[in-house]
């Protein structure tokens, strides 16, 4: 794939750049620290991926015949956000569980990309713009895919780390509480834009 560079950027920009699974992976890493995060890092990137090959191999036609779909999804999607919006700015560790040792988990991490307003501008955004009629479709699906995969564990990983450094300063419960509103906050600036499409259509 001649445009190869032009895929990795692409993927470093889209994957570092603030998200829901940037958000939810650095206050995981705040509440219980990197090691009990790492299930929900790979779920986001191993689920990513899987959506790329996914809508790749046609799966964002079927939004194309039945355009109700995929606004149910979009509602369901911005719901399930503010959801965890609530949970992350709870009194208790944000995306830990009641008992503050364990964060979402990678099956969690996974099916969250389908209901990620930003993953999917992502997913067909690169596959609109980083394939063409003159080549194999699967091997460019695949390539994109495996370039997405590779970049985002570094990407996303950066913000665990974040997280993470975060940890030690967030010791007493005032400081974690403000901490956990603030994502709450970005995570609900972040569908705004996704809110305002669905109320104002075009």
């Known amino acids: 794939m001649d445009s190869l560079y032009a895929v990795v950027l692409f993927a470093i920009s889209a994957s570092v750049t603030p998200g829901p699974n940037n958000i939810m992976v650095m206050s995981a890493g705040a509440s219980v620290g990197i090691r009990k995060s790492l299930p929900l890092l790979m779920g986001i990137c191993v689920g990513f991926t899987l959506m790329l090959l996914l809508v790749g191999l046609g799966f964002g036609q079927l939004f194309t015949r039945f355009p109700e779909l995929h606004m149910f999804i979009k509602c369901a999607g911005t719901l399930y956000l503010l959801y965890l919006a609530w949970l992350i700015a ?113």
Request: proline residues 5%.
């Open 90 to 202: 709870r009194p208790t560790d944000g995306m830990a569980d009641s008992n503050g040792t364990r964060p979402f988990g990678f099956f969690k991490g996974a099916l969250f990309q389908w209901v990620n307003a930003k993953a999917w501008v992502v997913a067909t955004g690169a596959i609109a713009a980083f394939t063409s009629a003159g080549s194999d479709p699967f091997e460019q699906h695949l390539v994109i895919a495996l370039t997405f995969f590779i970049v985002s564990f570094p990407c996303v990983g950066l913000w665990l780390l974040c997280g993470s450094l975060l940890k030690r300063w967030l010791a007493n419960d005032l400081a974690r509480r403000r901490f956990n509103q603030v994502m709450a906050a970005l995570l609900v600036l972040s569908v705004v834009p996704v809110i305002r499409e669905i109320l104002i259509p075009a």
